[in-house]
């Protein structure tokens, strides 16, 4: 589903979207963009994976202030 992260830790195109984080973590949103954290905000799909996941290592992204949405486990 996804190809190869540019530098940016951004990837996709406007069928799919994502962010990855330093610690290879990969989200649907990009919480530091306004327009992703918009999408996140009325997307229930998103936020249940993010309440459900039990992935430790988001706590090292939040830690290096990368706040990712929408976790793919």
Do not use: F, K
């Not at 330093?22 to 229930?44: A, W």
């Amino acid at each position: 589903m996804y190809g190869s992260s540019s530098s940016s830790g951004s990837y996709g195109t406007s069928e799919t979207r994502g962010y990855e984080s330093s610690t290879g973590n990969r989200y649907e949103y990009d919480l530091s963009d306004p327009g992703d954290q918009i999408e996140y905000s009325i997307d229930p799909d998103a936020q249940m994976r993010d309440s459900s996941s039990v992935n430790p290592t988001r706590e090292l992204d939040r830690g290096l202030g990368e706040y990712g949405g929408g976790i793919y486990d």
